[in-house]
């Protein structure tokens, strides 16, 4: 067997070390996320490639603490010191339930990356002694280069506690434009509340503010906002009743994530007048099995609820629950994707609203803006045919319709013919 320093006869031995510095770039960033500190392994091949990785300061931005892991803090010193000055993106979690007595060390660490911190994610498993945590982790340093912070709860359901009840404090952090909270409270203080003023995407998980007014001043603390993932309550339905609607001007993007909670009253109390993109999921496996989502969609034609959403995917809801018309509430839709294991009950959305007769629709009365439709389920060859047939009802007429599954049905022959012999119709199988 060669000896190892024999490498630098071998063409990539050639290599400047310049060229072989962005060989590690590369190899380190594609082996993200796939093991803890991919890049420690180049630095150990030989003499020469460690030279060249401990001075590529790139390779050591990625830095992990671990609570209960002692010898993580040394190693994230060592970090520190090998990615001076570039900034870095830190990760603070708990690899077991207990936390090390000696945390305060941790702590020092984490306080001195604060300064040339671009992303921070803490993740905890145990409530106990996550109110510790944030008592000692904030109010930090200041962070003037921090972009993102992503606080969650690892556990699919929290215990009897339910909520932190120590509010997250939030100082001095003018880049941030990502804030990413599960199971965690928000201080809405002044100081605080100016942090938040940058932000353009939020990510609400499992989080009660138990007041209107503490919910308006938090969004109307965010005049960016752009995106929006709901995937709490937020706000007891009964805070909700004859107040006012929230306005959330800047938005252009809202995630209803329906699994753990049901978001979609609070949804219902905002007015979203530059909505763009609509998404509302569920898991019927879940704790929530059915969710109100149709009330998101509460509009007359004269009023539409979504003048300009253009793009609508909808997850395993159930349709057969409808009462509202929703094509009336987005009058300039383009794009509806709906998934689910079976939507056989699918022309409860796709009908025409109440009034339009379903046999002979009015031209453009349905969807008058649509132009692509994406059924990534089981749906029945009967509705497939109805709406292809009646492609006068959508607004274009439909150019595009994807079916994952066309079963069952009464089409006869002739019409099942017609139905495979359809240009706009693309489908993943026909039973």
């Known amino acids: 067997m060669p000896h190892k320093d024999d490498q630098m006869v071998s063409p990539i031995g050639t290599l400047p070390h310049e060229?072989?510095?962005?060989?590690?770039?590369?190899?380190?960033?594609?082996?993200?996320?796939?093991?803890?500190?991919?890049?420690?392994?180049?630095?150990?091949?030989?003499?020469?490639?460690?030279?060249?990785?401990l001075a590529t300061s790139s390779l050591w931005t990625e830095i992990e603490i671990s609570l209960s892991s002692?010898?993580?803090?040394?190693?994230?010193?060592?970090?520190?010191v090998r990615s001076h000055p570039l900034p870095i993106n830190l990760c603070v979690s708990s690899l077991?339930?207990?936390?090390?007595?000696?945390?305060?060390?941790?702590?020092?660490?984490?306080?001195?990356?604060?300064?040339?911190?671009?992303?921070?994610?803490?993740?905890?498993?145990?409530?106990?002694?996550?109110?510790?945590?944030?008592s000692l982790f904030f109010p930090v340093a200041p962070s003037p280069k921090l972009h993102s912070l992503d606080i969650r709860f690892r556990h699919q359901f929290l215990p009897e506690s339910e909520h932190l009840e120590?509010?997250?404090?939030?100082?001095?952090?003018?880049?941030?434009?990502?804030?990413?909270?599960?199971?965690?409270?928000?201080d809405l203080g002044l100081a605080s509340l100016k942090a938040y003023s940058s932000i353009t995407t939020l990510d609400i998980g499992r989080m009660t503010l138990w007041s209107h007014t503490a919910v308006q001043e938090m969004f109307h603390a965010i005049?960016?906002?752009?995106?929006?993932?709901?995937?709490?309550?937020?706000?007891?339905?009964?805070?909700?009743?004859?107040?006012?609607?929230?306005?959330i001007p800047s938005l252009r993007r809202l995630v209803l994530d329906c699994y753990r909670d049901d978001p979609c009253p609070l949804a219902a109390h905002l007015s979203l007048p530059a909505l763009e993109a609509l998404t509302i999921s569920a898991n019927t496996s879940g704790p929530i099995t059915n969710p109100r989502w149709t009330i998101v969609f509460g509009s007359t034609p004269e009023s539409p609820r979504f003048p300009k959403l253009t793009s609508l995917t909808l997850e395993g809801l159930d349709f057969q629950r409808m009462r509202v018309g929703v094509s009336s509430a987005c009058p300039a839709l383009k794009h509806l994707v709906v998934e689910g294991a079976n939507l056989l009950p699918?022309?409860?959305?796709?009908?025409?609203?109440?009034?339009?007769s379903v046999v002979s629709p009015r031209p453009g009365s349905n969807w008058p803006a649509l132009e692509t439709v994406r059924l990534g389920g089981a749906?029945?060859?009967?509705?497939?045919?109805?709406?292809?047939?009646?492609?006068?009802?959508?607004?274009?007429?439909?150019?595009?319709?994807?079916?994952?599954?066309?079963?069952?049905?009464?089409?006869?022959r002739d019409q099942t013919e017609w139905l495979r012999g359809r240009k706009e119709l693309s489908f993943g199988s026909m039973s």
């Open 19 to 53: 060229l072989l510095a962005d060989v590690f770039d590369l190899v380190s960033s594609e082996s993200a996320g796939q093991r803890l500190y991919p890049n420690l392994p180049l630095s150990h091949v030989s003499r020469r490639w460690r030279t060249v990785a």
């Open 70 to 80: 002692p010898p993580s803090w040394s190693l994230a010193e060592e970090f520190l």
């Open 96 to 134: 077991h339930e207990d936390v090390c007595a000696e945390i305060g060390d941790a702590v020092d660490t984490f306080k001195r990356c604060m300064d040339r911190c671009v992303t921070l994610s803490i993740f905890f498993n145990n409530t106990e002694w996550v109110d510790a945590l944030t």
């Open 166 to 186: 120590k509010p997250l404090i939030l100082r001095d952090a003018p880049a941030l434009r990502t804030l990413r909270l599960d199971a965690v409270m928000l």
């Open 223 to 247: 005049p960016s906002l752009e995106d929006l993932r709901l995937r709490s309550h937020l706000l007891p339905l009964g805070h909700l009743i004859d107040c006012p609607p929230i306005l």
């Open 346 to 356: 699918v022309t409860f959305l796709l009908r025409p609203p109440q009034g339009s």
């Open 379 to 412: 749906v029945e060859s009967t509705v497939v045919w109805w709406v292809l047939s009646h492609r006068e009802a959508f607004g274009k007429p439909l150019s595009k319709m994807y079916v994952k599954s066309i079963c069952g049905g009464m089409l006869g």
